[in-house]
């Protein structure tokens, strides 16, 4: 099995998930806490959200399957909700509509922000759910393609376990716009990538 097609994967889950973009977010919903209580968040969060992005890699295809979904239909579906999250990257909507969930998150005056909105939606949101979805149907749902999608969305995960770890120093060398200039960059390739589902779903359909 070629293993250069998923470094596509990899660059899918990351822009989707944006660690970079959610290392601020975690700072603005920990502040004031101990460099433990941080830790101990940035890890919980993590892992909620690999168990539910596992959930939906390894059953997605079964629910999709009840509904009477087809894969070329949710693949095309999947393309459209990438390319409308990649416009929110590139004009800034996306920013604004998480730091909102923040907010609500600390007028709500929750202790534990790792299961919400760190975990859910922030990380495990409906755009990674839709990208594991579509990532795991590729190759005809192929045990070893399972896994290793899953292995690449751990990968991802650690990348984003170690910004929320370094989160503080990192807004600081970034700063607003480098924050802005990086975020720009991913939601250029998030619409490519998107595209291409769209036509991939096409083609299984043999509409081109």
Same mark, same amino acid.
């Given at each position: =099995?070629?293993?250069?097609?998923? &470094? ?8 989707? &998930? ?9 700072? @603005? $919903?920990? %502040?004031?806490?101990?460099?433990? %209580? +941080?830790?101990?968040?940035?890890? +919980? ?9 596992? !959930? ?5 295809? @079964? ?17 459209? $909700?990438?390319?409308?999250?990649? !416009? ?6 996306? @920013?604004?509509?998480? %730091? ?28 990674? &759910? ?22 690449? =969305? ?10 929320? !770890? ?17 975020? +720009?960059? !991913?939601? =250029? ?6 595209? %291409?589902?769209?036509?991939?779903? =096409? ?6």
């Amino acid at each position: =099995m070629e293993l250069a097609i998923y &470094i596509p994967a990899f660059v899918a889950l990351f822009v989707v &998930i944006d660690p970079i973009g959610l290392a601020p977010l975690f700072v @603005a $919903l920990t %502040q004031g806490m101990t460099p433990r %209580q +941080r830790r101990i968040i940035a890890l +919980r969060s993590s892992l909620v959200g690999l168990g539910v992005l596992t !959930l939906f890699g390894v059953a997605g295809e @079964a629910v999709l399957a009840f509904l009477g979904i087809s894969m070329p239909a949710f693949r095309m579906a999947g393309g459209i $909700l990438l390319f409308l999250t990649a !416009l929110d990257m590139l004009f800034e909507r996306r @920013a604004q509509r998480r %730091q909102g969930q923040a907010d609500k998150a600390e007028a709500d005056h929750r202790d534990d922000p790792s299961v919400f909105p760190l975990a859910i939606p922030l990380i495990a949101g409906p755009g990674a &759910i839709a990208t594991m979805i579509l990532l795991t149907g590729q190759e005809g749902g192929d045990f070893t393609h399972v896994l290793l999608v899953h292995l690449v =969305m751990v990968a991802v995960l650690a990348v984003v376990l170690a910004l929320f !770890l370094l989160s503080t120093p990192l807004e600081r060398v970034l700063g607003p716009t480098g924050i802005n200039v990086v975020t +720009r960059l !991913l939601g =250029m390739l998030l619409a490519a990538l998107s595209v %291409q589902f769209v036509i991939d779903g =096409m083609r299984d359909l043999q509409v081109i």
